[in-house]
């Protein structure tokens, strides 16, 4: 469900970005670039917190905390540098906890993964994520089309947040 949601929120921030802020493919690109700088604290704080949280919360508050990034997306408004800002700010965020849990997430799965299996659960893996990648890109477009683009990212940045959520009631918690 995150990445479906994720994917979601990706497809229509360009769209709500363009469209509804006004901004310039070149404003675009420096949003979203920050997220690619925002993953590189993550990527250094990701065994720290596995360390101090445990692997199972800090895989799900990172990604809920990524989802809470995306709420900022239908949320900014205002002149054009305070959106920038924001926007900014809101990547560069999600893109340290979305590394943070995407580190640890990546890490349980080849400790708890047998090596001759390696192969065949990262294949699994990524045929589920990428497909429900896909299909959450779609259906986001799909409901921006029905409700408008703004209240379609409030609802796949609310799918952010809540389905890490989901994992506390799971024994990943624990972990």
């Known amino acids: 469900p995150t990445v479906f949601c994720e994917s979601g929120v990706l497809a229509l921030s360009i769209l709500y970005a363009a469209r509804s802020l006004h901004l310039s493919p070149v404003l675009i690109g420096v949003i979203f670039a920050a997220g690619g700088v925002g993953a590189i604290p993550g990527a250094i704080v990701a065994e720290r917190s596995g360390q101090r949280f445990g692997v199972g919360p800090a895989i799900i508050g990172g990604y809920a905390l990524s989802g809470v990034a995306a709420l900022v997306v239908p949320i900014a408004g205002g002149p054009i540098a305070v959106v920038v800002v924001l926007l ?8 340290i906890t979305d590394t943070t849990a ?8 080849q400790t708890v993964t047998p090596d001759s299996f390696q192969g065949r659960v990262t294949a699994g893996h990524r045929f589920t994520v990428y497909g429900a990648g896909a299909i959450g890109a779609v259906a986001a477009g799909a409901l921006g089309s029905v409700v408008g683009v703004r209240s379609a990212l409030f609802v796949f940045a609310a799918g952010m947040v809540t389905a890490p959520l989901l994992g506390l009631l799971t024994p990943i918690r624990t972990v």
């Not at 900014?88 to 893109?95: I, S, Y």
């Not at 995407?102 to 799965?109: A, F, S, Y």
Request: avoid cysteine; charged fraction near 10%.
């Open 88 to 95: 900014v700010l809101a990547k560069a965020f999600g893109g």
């Open 102 to 109: 995407n580190v640890q997430q990546w890490t349980l799965r």
